[in-house]
C-alpha cells in the first residue's frame, strides 16, 4: 500500500515562501490524482490544488496566482510552492493520493504564517 510522507512546513513571516514536498512510496502518478488538502484550526478540510495523471492542474481560487502544484515524477514527489503566504493560510497541510474511489492521505504538515 502506497505511503506518503510531507515535509516543507514551518513557520514563516507574511509575504514569504515555502515548498511543501511530498513523496509517494511507490509510483502512481501515472495513475493517480495528486493533491494538497489544508485544514485549519475549527474549519472543514479543503483542497488547495491537485494535479492529474495527465499533469492537469486545479488550484483553489483563494491561493490562485500564489500557490504552484508540481511533480517530479522520478523523484515519486509533488510539490507545493506557497508564495505571498498570509495568515490566513495557517493549516495543516496534508497531501492525498485519489485512484479508483480510494484515497490515501500522508500524516500533514503543519504551516503557519505570522503576520
Known amino acids: 500500500q502506497v505511503q506518503l510522507v510531507e515535509s516543507g512546513g514551518g513557520l514563516v513571516q507574511a509575504g514569504g515562501s515555502l515548498r511543501l514536498s511530498c513523496t509517494a512510496s511507490?509510483?502512481?502518478?501515472?495513475?493517480?490524482?495528486m493533491g494538497w488538502y489544508r485544514q485549519a484550526p475549527g474549519k472543514q478540510r479543503e483542497l488547495v490544488a491537485s494535479?492529474?495523471?495527465?499533469?492537469?492542474?486545479i488550484v483553489e481560487d483563494s491561493v490562485k496566482g500564489r500557490f504552484t502544484i508540481s511533480r517530479d515524477n522520478a523523484k515519486n514527489t509533488v510539490y507545493l510552492q506557497m508564495n505571498s503566504l498570509k495568515p490566513e493560510d495557517t493549516a495543516v497541510y496534508y497531501c492525498?493520493?485519489?485512484?479508483?474511489?480510494?484515497?490515501?492521505w500522508g500524516q500533514g504538515t503543519q504551516v503557519t504564517v505570522s503576520s
Open positions: 494535479i492529474t495523471s495527465a499533469g492537469n492542474t
Open positions: 492525498n493520493a485519489y485512484w479508483r474511489l480510494v484515497s490515501k
Open positions: 511507490t509510483n502512481i502518478f501515472s495513475t493517480h490524482v
